[in-house]
């Protein structure tokens, strides 16, 4: 049902059925779905950058690869056609382009047109977005607004207190803002972190830097994992592209879900398996205590992958790569010194400390006037915001792929616009009931500094009906497609 026409002085406004925020992936398959299973859908997609891609298209340091494999992070309705589930950026950003280009979707996306706010009125039944382009204010209007935002802040980073920095007279540099002129040739270079950025920053910049330097407050597990094998290569060879890569979708989705089962129902035989693991790749020269001992249970926290073991292969084959364990005493003029008295020499520190979580992109958002806070509000089935209508937002899963959850949002979308059009229904709420949701359950559950930093600032989840978090990828793609999808909200003609 099109809402072309039915506002009047909206004065040169476009009106579109949906608007999409953000020409990331989830934004991306979320137009697809539009596209082919609510034919005759007005959309369009308004991008803040230059391009599409999202996080693929925001960081570009040295080595920027996927941390989950593409056969579940790509699009279920175009395959990964490459052998490799793991690839680098550049390789996952021309996927996108192409995908985006074969399905026709590049004519919905306005590119730099950053959104400033978003205004749903009661009387007119619409989301007003305001968005900036080319320095003048543009005025859009919409039934439904979709958040293709992600969980964490694209324009500032992640603060985190490193005694001392002021004083270092080197280059310091955030992932998620890398010079692209910067040459880390030749280079002394220490990365702080321990997440999933700095275990692929460490083998890439060793490739061609002096020495590259590790510098973990604590361990964590890293995942030795194939980026290649005969199975893949004769399942790709034996069946057309598409499917031999929703076999291996299947077959992958399933792989990391008993991963994540094992490790939620036996952790501390899954945390010594991993320790064990860890320690077998590991050259004489570096002990495992206390590098590679973690004391968190497995999925507290997310793991992180090295493919084909590079990460431990820099350990073994170049002298020049080291790892530090430690609490940083200071930054000095020329490098570092730890609590302990070691000291780093560096050129360059890098800060790979994590994300500055927020929800909405910076968008503000109101009600029929009232500003809409997004912390402690409760989430419906992943997807909408508490008291607040005809608004979704995009969200993946901690320890799965991105895509699968954003996917089942797109179907949970798809399939109530369906119901309310046949309804002619033009507003839908989440509303918690009086009786509650029986108790509380954080929305990021992982203990992360960075997620930990972000709870006060973050929706939460329930515990009981349509506000429980999604925790089955099987489970909630079921439920995405033919689960019930009424429970919870208060629907409005």
């Given amino acids: 049902m099109s809402t072309e026409g039915l506002l009047n002085g909206t004065r040169g406004a476009e009106v579109f059925d949906v608007l999409i925020i953000g020409?990331?992936?989830?934004?991306?398959?979320?137009?697809?779905?539009?596209?082919?299973?609510?034919?005759?859908?007005?959309?369009?997609?308004?991008?803040?950058?230059?391009?599409?891609?999202?996080?693929?298209?925001?960081?570009?340091?040295?080595?920027?690869?996927?941390?989950s494999d593409l056969f579940t992070f790509g699009f279920q309705w175009e395959p990964w056609p490459y052998e490799t589930p793991i690839a680098k950026g550049p390789l996952i950003r021309d996927y996108m382009k192409n995908t985006v280009a074969k399905y026709g979707l590049d004519h919905h996306i306005r590119f730099h047109h950053k959104v400033?706010?978003?205004?749903?009125?009661?009387?007119?039944?619409?989301?007003?977005?305001?968005?900036?382009?080319?320095?003048?204010?543009?005025?859009?209007?919409?039934?439904?607004?979709?958040?293709?935002?992600?969980?964490?802040?694209?324009?500032?980073?992640?603060?985190?207190?490193?005694?001392?920095?002021?004083?270092?007279?080197?280059?310091?540099?955030h992932p998620q803002h890398w010079p692209e002129d910067y040459d880390h040739s030749g280079k002394k270079m220490v990365v702080i972190g321990s997440g999933a950025t700095a275990v692929t920053l460490f083998p890439a910049l060793s490739e061609t830097a002096e020495a590259v330097t590790l510098v973990q407050r604590s361990p964590t597990y890293i995942v030795s994992a194939l980026n290649g094998s005969p199975v893949r290569s004769f399942l790709m060879k034996l069946l057309p592209a598409y499917y031999a890569g929703t076999l291996l979708r299947i077959l992958y989705l399933y792989k990391i879900h008993i991963v994540v089962l094992f490790c939620h129902y036996f952790p501390q035989l899954a945390r010594t398996a991993m320790i064990n693991r860890m320690s077998r790749q590991l050259p004489n020269r570096v002990p495992r205590s206390p590098h590679f001992e973690p004391t968190y249970i497995p999925w507290?926290?997310?793991?992180?992958?090295?493919?084909?073991?590079?990460?431990?292969?820099?350990?073994?084959?170049?002298?020049?790569?080291?790892?530090?364990?430690?609490?940083?005493?200071?930054?000095?003029?020329?490098?570092?010194?730890?609590?302990?008295?070691?000291t780093v020499e560096a050129d360059a520190i890098v800060t790979a400390t994590g994300l500055h979580m927020r929800m909405g992109g910076n968008i503000a958002?109101?009600?029929?006037?009232?500003?809409?806070?997004?912390?402690?509000?409760?989430?419906?089935?992943?997807s909408m915001l508490q008291d607040v209508p005809n608004m979704m937002f995009i969200v993946g899963y901690t320890n799965a792929s991105w895509t699968l959850g954003a996917d089942d949002t797109a179907h949970i979308l798809t399939r109530l616009l369906k119901y309310m059009n046949s309804k002619y229904i033009m507003t839908a709420v989440p509303r918690v009931p009086p009786s509650g949701t029986n108790g509380y359950q954080r929305f990021w559950q992982l203990?992360?500094?960075?997620?930990?930093?972000?709870?006060?600032?973050?929706?939460?989840?329930?515990?009981?009906?349509?506000?429980q978090p999604k925790t089955s990828p099987p489970l909630d793609w079921l439920h995405s497609k033919f689960g019930d999808i009424t429970t919870g909200l208060h629907f409005t003609s």
């Fill in 300 to 342: 507290t926290q997310r793991l992180c992958l090295s493919p084909n073991g590079d990460f431990f292969q820099t350990l073994r084959e170049n002298p020049n790569s080291h790892i530090v364990t430690g609490r940083i005493d200071t930054v000095t003029e020329n490098g570092l010194r730890m609590k302990d008295g070691t």
């Fill in 116 to 173: 400033l706010s978003a205004d749903w009125s009661k009387r007119t039944e619409q989301w007003k977005i305001t968005a900036e382009h080319d320095g003048q204010t543009k005025e859009f209007r919409a039934r439904w607004v979709i958040f293709g935002t992600g969980y964490y802040d694209y324009e500032n980073t992640f603060k985190t207190t490193i005694p001392g920095l002021e004083n270092f007279k080197g280059k310091v540099l």
């Fill in 447 to 467: 203990t992360s500094s960075y997620s930990n930093e972000a709870e006060k600032r973050l929706p939460k989840y329930g515990n009981s009906g349509p506000w």
């Fill in 365 to 382: 958002i109101t009600v029929n006037g009232a500003k809409v806070d997004w912390a402690g509000r409760l989430v419906w089935n992943g």
């Fill in 23 to 67: 020409a990331g992936i989830g934004g991306i398959n979320t137009a697809y779905r539009l596209q082919t299973q609510v034919p005759g859908t007005t959309f369009t997609i308004l991008e803040g950058r230059g391009d599409i891609g999202g996080t693929w298209d925001l960081f570009r340091y040295p080595g920027i690869r996927s941390d």
